[in-house]
C-alpha cells in the first residue's frame, strides 16, 4: 500500500503562490504515476495535474495551464504543485494520488478520472482570499 501525505496548503492572498508536496511511501516511486486533484465545497473533486513515473510527460486541467506546475523528484519520492497567480476560485482541498503503471503506454496515456487512481492522500487545504 502507498502512502501519500500532502504538505503545503495555506492561506494566501489572490495572486499569491504556493507549493503544495506529496511525499509517498511507495518502493519504486518511478512505477507511479502521480497526480493532484482538487475539491472546492460543494463540488465534485476534481482532476487538476497528472505527470508520469519518470516526470517526462504531464497532463494539465485547461482550468490551470499556464498557472500550475508539477514536478517530481523520485530521489525524494516526492511530487510538487507549484500555484501561482492564485484565484478565489483556487480555494479546495487537494489531494494527491496515484497509481501503479509500469510498462509500454504508462508514459502517454496518463488518467484524469478520480476512480482511476487507487492511493490517495489526506488532502491539504488551499485558501485563497481576496
Known amino acids: 500500500q502507498v502512502q501519500l501525505v500532502e504538505s503545503g496548503g495555506g492561506l494566501v492572498q489572490a495572486g499569491g503562490s504556493l507549493r503544495l508536496s506529496c511525499a509517498a511511501s511507495?518502493?519504486?516511486?518511478?512505477?507511479?504515476?502521480m497526480g493532484w486533484f482538487r475539491q472546492a465545497p460543494g463540488k465534485e473533486r476534481e482532476f487538476v495535474v497528472a505527470i508520469s513515473g519518470s516526470g517526462g510527460r504531464t497532463l494539465y486541467a485547461d482550468s490551470i495551464k499556464g498557472q500550475f506546475t508539477i514536478s517530481r523528484d523520485n530521489a525524494k519520492n516526492t511530487v510538487y504543485l507549484q500555484m501561482n497567480r492564485l484565484k478565489l476560485e483556487d480555494t479546495a482541498v487537494y489531494y494527491c494520488a496515484a497509481y501503479y503503471c509500469s510498462g509500454y503506454g504508462c508514459e502517454e496515456n496518463l488518467r484524469v478520472r478520480t476512480h482511476q487512481y487507487y492511493h490517495w492522500g489526506q488532502g491539504t487545504q488551499v485558501t485563497v482570499s481576496s
Open positions: 511507495a518502493r519504486i516511486f518511478s512505477n507511479y504515476a
